[in-house]
């Protein structure tokens, strides 16, 4: 992928992560402002609503992406995706619901009764969002992504600032019914977008069983790799089943938010390299240097951050901006940290997904959010709690290693690309420079 000749995609694509930068960022507003209780519960049911969502979206929508070749098929595909999207993010709710009090009492937080009648109608309007997201992003339309994202996350901005203008203050409540209604008014956006941008039809050759066959797989790989993004917070309330898993969560969760800065750039990454290289899949060359340059430019990026919060720049931004309450979220956030220098070759997992080599991205994925979920829980029953954040540290590691070796024998992988994004930035610099 040339970067002079997409830089309109890749520019877009890094402001609609740079979104999910600001909320980040936002989010230390709310933790300055919330209980580390209420902040925890929130945290904890945030998360679980984002595990449905990655879910449903490796068994519904992957494919939109994965058969993004057969064009006129697009129609029957779209209805395909949806149907099962519908049916998987509107059933589970319910059963959260049937069985809310068995829930409650597994994470030891009576409130969830009462949250889980809310789960429905955030997961009904999380389906044309995240529909959109998909078709959006299969024909590397990142603008549009972005002004979606704008709504929802401008929305929580605006209600949580009016709560926190008004009381000085901000409850478990007050988060709730923001990202409520930021859910719908992002939905309802996203339903009108879909009107113009994709087409429904049930007519056509291609069959349900050929996207099942790719979904499947893929979905035991989501589950897994998405257990350690979303529920390692719920192993962590279940490992330690006391009145203060809740505020060991907020110390958590506040690191974790710090963290996902290195994880939004990768997506945002990821969402550029995936596409590309399953439309330049039969060219193994033009494979290989997306993959490169990719991996390099974020490993680059990555390195430089760490070195500097490693060097004191993680102490003066928690000390100076969290609240005194959150200082505890330091010592997870440093050993967070050293999974930044793995994240970069993480992201070749999604080399193998365009190489079709889904089974060993599905026991990549298993090896790596098992291992990781078990040290979560080992550490959790420790005096050494901060050491959790080492299960993040081993499913980046093991995710990148393993992938890194699987790309480097289906395709190659020369090391010394590893350091492609220094004479790759010089010469895009230089030509910018002589185009002017």
Not at 115 to 121: A, E, K, M
């Amino acid at each position: 992928m040339n970067i002079r000749d997409n830089l309109d995609k890749i520019t877009w694509s890094f402001l609609n992560r740079g979104i999910y930068l600001v909320w980040g960022l936002f989010n230390l507003v709310i933790i300055a402002f919330t209980a580390p209780t209420d902040y925890g519960l929130y945290f904890l049911i945030t998360q679980v609503v984002t595990f449905l969502s990655s879910v449903s979206d490796s068994f519904s929508l992957q494919g939109i992406i994965q058969f993004s070749n057969k064009k006129d098929d697009r129609p029957k595909i779209n209805s395909i995706a949806l149907g099962l999207q519908s049916v998987f993010l509107l059933i589970i709710p319910l059963l959260l619901i049937v069985f809310r009090y068995q829930f409650a009492e597994m994470i030891n937080e009576d409130s969830f009764v009462q949250i889980s009648y809310f789960l429905p109608v955030i997961t009904l309007f999380f389906i044309p969002r995240t529909f959109a997201y998909k078709i959006l992003a299969r024909d590397l339309n990142y603008k549009t992504s972005f002004f979606i994202d704008v709504m929802n996350f401008g929305t929580m901005v605006l209600i949580l600032g009016w709560y926190i203008f008004s009381n000085g203050t901000l409850s478990f409540d007050n988060l709730l019914h923001s990202y409520l209604i930021s859910a719908i008014l992002s939905g309802t956006m996203s339903i009108i977008i879909l009107f113009k941008s994709a087409k429904f039809d049930l007519k056509g050759k291609f069959k349900l069983s050929q996207y099942l066959n790719f979904t499947v797989p893929w979905t035991v790989h989501s589950v897994f790799s998405a257990s350690i993004k979303y529920l390692d917070v719920l192993v962590i309330s279940l490992a330690l089943n006391t009145e203060n898993s809740l505020l060991i969560i907020a110390y958590y969760g506040s690191a974790k938010t710090l963290f996902k800065v290195f994880e939004q750039m990768s997506d945002g990454v990821s969402s550029l390299v995936y596409p590309s290289a399953m439309k330049h899949i039969e060219d193994k060359n033009k494979v290989q240097s997306i993959m490169t340059k990719s991996t390099s430019f974020v490993l680059l990026i990555n390195l430089l951050i760490f070195l500097v919060l490693e060097l004191g720049g993680a102490e003066f931004m928690i000390l100076n901006i969290l609240p005194v309450k959150f200082h505890y979220a330091l010592d997870y956030f440093k050993i967070m940290l050293i999974a930044s220098l793995f994240i970069p070759f993480a992201s070749l997992s999604m080399i193998l997904t365009a190489l079709n080599k889904i089974k060993k991205v599905v026991f990549i994925s298993i090896l790596a959010s098992m291992s990781a979920l078990i040290t979560i829980f080992i550490f959790s029953k420790t005096e050494s709690l901060h050491l959790v954040s080492m299960g993040i540290v081993i499913y980046y590691a093991i995710i990148g290693i393993l992938s890194l070796y699987f790309v480097k024998k289906y395709i190659g992988f020369p090391l010394l690309d590893l350091f492609r994004a220094l004479p790759d930035t010089l010469n895009f610099y230089k030509s910018l420079k002589k185009s002017k």
